[in-house]
C-alpha cells in the first residue's frame, strides 16, 4: 500500500525549534515529489515548498521562503520540514503529500497538528 | 504569484441535485489544475488532476472541465458523503502551487 505516515502532534513554547516528518512507503520514495501543506484552524490549504527526494531540489512558496527548512534523508524515505524558532502563528496542521504527473498531489499524510503556546 | 478565486464561497443543495463549482485563475495555467475534497478531520482528497481526469477511484459523478483561467467541477448527483469542501489547485512552469480559498457544499 502506498502511503505516508507523519510524526505525531507536538505541543512547543514560542522560539522554540522544532522538526516534523513524514516516510513514505510502498513506492519508490526518490522518484516523487514530496509537498508540505499548511491548514491553519478553520481555515483553507496552503502550499508550502516541494522537495524531490532524490537529489533534494527544493522549492518554496514566496509566503514560506526563510520561514521553514524542507529537507529530505532518502536513505529512510523520510521528509522533513523544520522550524528554527516557531511563533504563534505556526500553530496549525500540516500535510505532506505525494506529487503524482507533476500536477496533484495523489496520497496525502494523515496530518501533524502543531500547536505553539506559551 | 498566481492566485486561484474559487465560486461561490459556499452551495447549500440538497442530495441528488447538481453541483458546479467554479475556480478561475489569475494567468493561465494551462491544464495544470486540480481539485480536492476535504471532509472535517480529514486529509484532502484528490478528486480530478489536469483539469479533467478522474483520479483512480473517484465516481464518475465526479468531472472536471476547463482550460487556460476557467475552470469547472461538476458533481452531477450529490451523495450524501458528498458534501464537504472543495479546493482547487494550480501548478505553475516553476513547479511552485498554490491553492485557491474553497467551496463549502453544505446540506440546504
Known amino acids: 500500500e502506498v502511503q505516508l505516515v507523519q510524526s505525531g502532534a507536538e505541543v512547543k513554547k514560542p522560539g522554540e525549534s522544532l522538526k516534523i516528518s513524514c516516510k513514505g512507503s510502498g513506492y519508490s520514495f526518490t522518484s516523487y515529489w514530496i509537498g508540505w501543506v499548511r491548514q491553519m484552524p478553520g481555515k483553507g490549504l496552503e502550499w508550502m515548498g516541494i522537495i524531490y527526494p532524490g537529489d533534494s531540489d527544493t522549492r518554496y512558496s514566496p509566503s514560506f521562503q526563510g520561514q521553514v527548512t524542507i529537507s529530505a534523508d532518502k536513505s529512510i524515505s523520510t521528509a522533513y520540514l523544520q522550524w528554527s524558532s516557531l511563533k504563534a502563528s505556526d500553530t496549525a496542521m500540516y500535510y505532506c503529500?505525494?506529487?503524482?504527473?507533476?500536477?496533484?498531489?495523489?496520497?496525502w499524510g494523515q496530518g501533524t497538528m502543531v500547536t505553539v503556546s506559551s | 504569484e498566481i492566485v486561484l478565486t474559487q465560486s461561490p464561497a459556499t452551495l447549500s443543495l440538497s442530495p441528488g441535485e447538481r453541483a458546479t463549482l467554479s475556480c478561475r485563475a489569475s494567468q493561465s495555467v494551462s491544464s495544470y489544475l486540480a481539485w480536492y475534497q476535504q471532509k472535517p478531520g480529514q486529509a484532502p482528497r484528490l478528486l480530478i488532476y489536469?483539469?479533467?481526469n478522474r483520479a483512480t477511484g473517484i465516481p464518475a459523478r465526479f468531472s472536471g472541465s476547463g482550460s487556460g483561467t476557467d475552470f469547472t467541477l461538476t458533481i452531477s448527483s450529490l451523495e450524501p458523503e458528498d458534501f464537504a469542501v472543495y479546493y482547487c489547485q494550480q501548478r505553475s512552469n516553476w513547479l511552485l502551487f498554490t491553492f485557491g480559498p474553497g467551496t463549502k457544499v453544505d446540506i440546504k
Open positions: 503529500a505525494r506529487l503524482a504527473a507533476q500536477i496533484a498531489f495523489d496520497i
Open positions: 489536469d483539469a479533467s
